[in-house]
Each structure stands twice: as C-alpha cells, then as structure tokens.
C-alpha cells in the first residue's frame, strides 16, 4: 500500500493582491496534513473518504440551466487530480491501472467544520503524489507544483494558488502567481509535455528562513468562511473602483517587497510592522469592496496580540477562519493564548512544517 501527505497552509501576508500575476504573497505550510493511500485493486476501483463527500452540492440557475458550484467540495479536487495524473502518466506510457484510492484529513475539525487551512490544495497535492508513486512517474517539486496547479485550477478558477506552492514546498515561501490566462491559452496551444516541461510566465517560488525570534501564532475563529466567493466579491469590485484597487495592489506590493526582505535580514521587529502595514492595507480593501474580511472575532484577535506585544492580522480571504500573530519568542505566550481563549478564539498548536524533495 502507498500511503504519502501534503501539508495545509495559512496565508501569513498578500492577500488578495496575489491573485493578480506576480504580485507576492507570504505563505507557510502547516503539520496537518491530508493523507491519501493507494492499493491495487482488481475489477473494480474505488475513492473513499469520510470527510470529502458528495452529500450536498450548491448550484444556480444561468440561462435556464443548473449550473454547479464545486469549488468548495474537495471531492471534485480528488477527481480533478486523478484526470491530471493519468494524463501525466499516458504521455509518459506508463499503463494505468484500478486501484482503490483513501483519503483522510485533519485539516477540518472534529465535527467536520473547516479551519481554511487549505484543504482543497493539500487534497490536491496528496492525491498527484500518490498517484505518481503508484505509477512510478517521476516529480520534483516543479512538476508537482504545476500537475497540482491545474488540476486545482480547472476546479476552483479564481485562485492564486500560493496554497499549493505552500503545500508542494513546505516550509516559509514567498509566492508570485504565473499568469493564469496564459495558462489557458497554453494548454490548449502546446502539448500536455511542453507545458510541463516549460517556464510558467510570473512564476516565482523564494524559500524564507524566519529569524530565530519569530514565534508563529494561530487563532481559530470558529467560523468557517468560503475563499472563491470572497474573491469573486473582490473581482467584482475590481472593475468599478478601478483607482482604489490599484492603489490597494501598488501598497500591497511595496509592503510584501519590505517584509521579504525582514526575512532575509532575520529582522523580526521589521517583519511585525509589514504584518500591522498588510493589516490596516487589507482593511482598506476592505472599505471600497465591503467584503468584511476583517469580522469582528479577526479585530478582537489581532488587538489582543498586539495588546501583549506581537503583530497580527487576518489570514487568507477572512470573513471567518483563522488570524494570525507573529510575536517575539521571549514575549508571554500563554497571557496572549489564555487572552484569546477568554474571547472565543480558540488557540491552534500547529507548527510549520517543511518538506523534504
Ligand atoms: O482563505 P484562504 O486561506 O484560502 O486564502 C485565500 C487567499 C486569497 O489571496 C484571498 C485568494 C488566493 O487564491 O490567493
Ligand atoms: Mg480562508
């Protein structure tokens, strides 16, 4: 039996202004994973999962017709992933073959609420890599990276997917998205091996080492919030207020650019004030879109962590899920954890995980 995992992430900065082509994010890979297992089956093959079901499904009505909206339902990722790897796998004449396929999550909690840490992408990635060791098909973290990126895309089509380069390449990364539109163009233009084989335009992966002193902090909200209609919200609202969603990506930039370079200076003091800079930036996307996605548990959060000395904000879309706080080491932790759970917020012990090639 083949049995591998791919890590959840949490958005530490950039937000948003990552969904447009090279415009960078902070991402971290957390240690909770997805976990998917492979074994030969004979006649007939199946997909179990006790969390990813296809038990409701939401859709609307366009031009008289059902339309579909899969792209909250992991289940469609584990699929998407299958139909990606199989074509990697045809080109690389390697027989396919039936098997049954396990998948098995602790990116959701105990009663199956999501924390947002990314399950669709870890989901994604898991599948792809335990597919490829099924078939023996060769994969870096490159291929990987672009195999799960459309395989995500084809689902979701909104994102950035800075949390699959977070589960693919563990550890702290800045993320700069390639142009997705090319993208489509490309994979109708070139064959299924070209595409892999070539540079993605605006791609960018860049491994960040946090300086010794940075302690990562994760609150969970409780409340889950959906990311591709929070980002269909923000797009709406991209064309209309076009100044102020330019001046929103220029900042956001200028920003991200000074907290990279905090961590290439291992200087967490620098870091802390870009995390309080992308807050009150994303608060002011927040004005112009009213996308809500600093709620009021995110504000209670993020001003307790800097009521005891750390910096903080929204991770990810908001409107729900998780806040972050980055804090000195030698601060005291547990007043700000013990603060936090007095105030609905609930402390997540996760750790940063990186991810061996
Ligand atoms: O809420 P999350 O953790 O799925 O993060 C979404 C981050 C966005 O920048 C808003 C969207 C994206 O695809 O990058
Ligand atoms: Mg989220």
């Given at each position: 039996m083949i049995s591998v995992k791919a890590p959840g992430k949490l958005y530490i900065a950039g937000e948003y202004a990552?969904?447009?082509?090279?415009f960078p994010a902070i991402i971290v890979a957390l240690d909770q994973f997805v976990t998917v297992s492979i074994q030969t089956a004979d006649q007939i093959g199946s997909i179990v999962s006790a969390q990813y079901q296809e038990n409701s499904i939401y859709w609307r009505r366009e031009d008289g017709e059902m339309v579909f909206?899969?792209?909250?339902?992991p289940f469609h990722y584990i699929l998407s992933a299958i139909k990606v790897t199989e074509d990697y796998a045809k080109i690389l004449k390697q027989p396919l073959g039936i098997y049954h396929l396990t998948v098995e999550s602790d990116l959701d909690s105990a009663d199956g609420r999501k924390y947002g840490l990314g399950s669709s992408a870890a989901v994604t990635v898991a599948t792809i890599k335990a597919l490829c060791k099924f078939y023996h098909l060769p994969v870096d973290h490159n291929r990987l990276f672009k195999l799960a990126a459309i395989a995500h895309f084809d689902v979701q089509?909104?994102?950035?997917l800075g949390d699959i380069a977070a589960s693919v390449y563990g550890g702290w990364i800045a993320y700069r998205s390639f142009d997705r539109d090319w993208l489509k163009l490309a994979r109708k233009t070139y064959s299924f091996a070209d595409l892999l084989d070539q540079k993605w335009p605006g791609l960018e992966v860049e491994l960040l080492t946090p300086p010794e002193n940075l302690k990562l902090l994760v609150g969970w909200t409780g409340s889950p919030a959906s990311t591709s209609h929070l980002v269909d919200r923000v797009a709406l609202n991209k064309a209309k207020q076009h100044a102020d969603y330019q001046a929103f990506l220029a900042n956001s930039q200028a920003c991200l650019k000074r907290m990279i370079n905090g961590f290439r200076n291992q200087d967490l003091t620098a870091i802390q004030q870009e995390l309080t800079t992308n807050r009150q930036i994303l608060n002011e996307l927040d004005s112009f879109t009213?996308?809500?996605?600093?709620t009021p548990l995110l504000k209670t959060l993020c001003d307790l962590a800097e009521k005891h000395g750390g910096a903080a904000k929204t991770s990810g879309a908001g409107g729900g899920d998780c806040g972050i706080a980055l804090i000195d080491?030698?601060?005291?932790i547990d007043a700000l954890i013990d603060d936090w759970q007095n105030h609905q917020i609930t402390p997540l012990a996760f750790n940063v995980h990186t991810v061996e090639e």
């Amino acid at each position: 039996m083949i049995s591998v995992k791919a890590p959840g992430k949490l958005y530490i900065a950039g937000e948003y202004a990552v969904v447009e082509t090279g415009f960078p994010a902070i991402i971290v890979a957390l240690d909770q994973f997805v976990t998917v297992s492979i074994q030969t089956a004979d006649q007939i093959g199946s997909i179990v999962s006790a969390q990813y079901q296809e038990n409701s499904i939401y859709w609307r009505r366009e031009d008289g017709e059902m339309v579909f909206d899969n792209r909250d339902n992991p289940f469609h990722y584990i699929l998407s992933a299958i139909k990606v790897t199989e074509d990697y796998a045809k080109i690389l004449k390697q027989p396919l073959g039936i098997y049954h396929l396990t998948v098995e999550s602790d990116l959701d909690s105990a009663d199956g609420r999501k924390y947002g840490l990314g399950s669709s992408a870890a989901v994604t990635v898991a599948t792809i890599k335990a597919l490829c060791k099924f078939y023996h098909l060769p994969v870096d973290h490159n291929r990987l990276f672009k195999l799960a990126a459309i395989a995500h895309f084809d689902v979701q089509g909104n994102g950035s997917l800075g949390d699959i380069a977070a589960s693919v390449y563990g550890g702290w990364i800045a993320y700069r998205s390639f142009d997705r539109d090319w993208l489509k163009l490309a994979r109708k233009t070139y064959s299924f091996a070209d595409l892999l084989d070539q540079k993605w335009p605006g791609l960018e992966v860049e491994l960040l080492t946090p300086p010794e002193n940075l302690k990562l902090l994760v609150g969970w909200t409780g409340s889950p919030a959906s990311t591709s209609h929070l980002v269909d919200r923000v797009a709406l609202n991209k064309a209309k207020q076009h100044a102020d969603y330019q001046a929103f990506l220029a900042n956001s930039q200028a920003c991200l650019k000074r907290m990279i370079n905090g961590f290439r200076n291992q200087d967490l003091t620098a870091i802390q004030q870009e995390l309080t800079t992308n807050r009150q930036i994303l608060n002011e996307l927040d004005s112009f879109t009213h996308v809500h996605i600093e709620t009021p548990l995110l504000k209670t959060l993020c001003d307790l962590a800097e009521k005891h000395g750390g910096a903080a904000k929204t991770s990810g879309a908001g409107g729900g899920d998780c806040g972050i706080a980055l804090i000195d080491k030698t601060k005291d932790i547990d007043a700000l954890i013990d603060d936090w759970q007095n105030h609905q917020i609930t402390p997540l012990a996760f750790n940063v995980h990186t991810v061996e090639e």
